[in-house]
């Protein structure tokens, strides 16, 4: 998710495409028609490319955030070598398939719901400027997070298990066992209202913060850090380390404070599979749990170390493969 919001944070960031007219193919509506087709295909191979560099990363937040019984006494770098070692090197990508068929309908969703919005709120109600990329980034984040949290909920819960003591066979297996033994539709929505609070601040500040670096490197240090769009020369636009450097940074800063929600969500959405399930029902009877046992550094923020690990590799490939993806489709 973090990829795709810093990926969409560019976008924003940016004046949209031109949308050029094909020679001898149905000119510009043509080209509009499957113009969000193909923004969906480069966003979700960018974002599949970039969850998968940084999977292993993912599998070990998981499990510190849930205290799994098994690596609870580990820190990040122990459980990196810990887990190949009980569960062989595929283990560290357990989960991952559930979250490809995630990022592939979470960015699609995120691209057209960011735009929409940002064109409902600047011509209807008159926002402009960083605010309504903030407004924007937060409403179509929260948006494709409503839209694919089951799916969300069924990686986690592969995440979470350990070699031998598998509960899930399968990402269908999941689905099947979660839908008829919590509850049916609603148990594929566990922990959605901390992951909706968490996404408004983490979505806003990420836009914010980018924006906010952004115009202020191409106005006090064009020729340091811009370059001519390629696309369009009269446009500067941010060398690709410095984007890095600037994605890296406003996740970073997102990532702090909308933590102790990631945490809060991860913990719902694993609901019976931990021993404490019928104590952690509620958003608040779960901060409150995490809270009284754990304390903020070993409760609410543990693994935030790990995030930041995460972001460099992470906001690299991301930005690298979309590029790549803009040209490959034609998106420039």
């Known amino acids: 998710m973090a990829a795709l919001v810093a990926a969409a944070a560019l976008a924003a ?3 949209a495409p031109s949308v050029p007219q094909a020679a001898g193919s149905g000119g510009p509506t043509s080209r509009r028609d499957f113009y969000w087709l193909r923004s969906f295909l480069a966003g979700g191979i960018a974002g599949c490319c970039a969850k998968t560099t940084v999977a292993p990363l993912d599998r070990v937040k998981v499990l510190l955030q849930a205290h799994n019984r098994h690596y609870k006494h580990l820190g990040v770098l122990s459980t990196l070598r810990a887990v190949p070692q009980k569960e062989g090197y595929l ?3 357990k989960g991952n398939g559930a979250m490809m068929i995630r990022i592939f309908p979470y960015g699609a969703i995120q691209f057209m719901a960011f735009e929409h919005y940002k064109t409902f709120i600047t011509t209807k109600l008159g926002v402009s400027g960083h605010v309504h990329r903030l407004m924007a980034g937060s409403m179509a984040g929260m948006t494709a997070v409503i839209c694919t949290y089951p799916l969300d909920v069924v990686r986690v819960r592969l995440a979470f298990q350990v070699k031998g003591e598998h509960t899930y066979s399968g990402i269908i297996h999941a689905f099947k066992t979660i839908y008829a033994k919590e509850g049916g539709f609603l148990g594929f929505y566990r922990g959605l209202m ?3 609070l968490g996404m408004a601040p983490y979505a806003g500040v990420s836009f914010f913060t980018f924006g906010t670096l952004k115009s202020v490197g191409l106005s006090y240090a064009p020729a340091l850090l811009g370059r001519p769009s390629s696309d369009n020369p009269n446009v500067l636009v941010l060398k690709t380390h410095i984007n890095l450097l600037c994605g890296g ?7 702090t404070i909308s933590y102790p929600f990631d945490v809060t969500r991860r913990r719902m959405q694993l609901g019976a599979v931990l021993p404490e399930f019928e104590k952690c029902l509620t ?4 901060m409150k749990y995490v809270y009284g046992h754990h304390g903020i550094r070993r409760g609410l923020y543990r693994g935030l170390s790990l995030n930041y690990i995460r972001c460099i590799p992470s906001q690299a490939v991301a930005f690298t493969t979309y590029e790549l993806m803009k040209q490959f489709f034609h998106l420039n």
């Open 13 to 15: 960031a940016e004046p």
């Open 91 to 93: 283990g560290l990508y």
């Open 249 to 255: 940074v406003a996740g970073a800063i997102a990532q």
């Open 194 to 196: 901390p992951t909706i």
């Open 283 to 286: 958003m608040r009877e779960t």
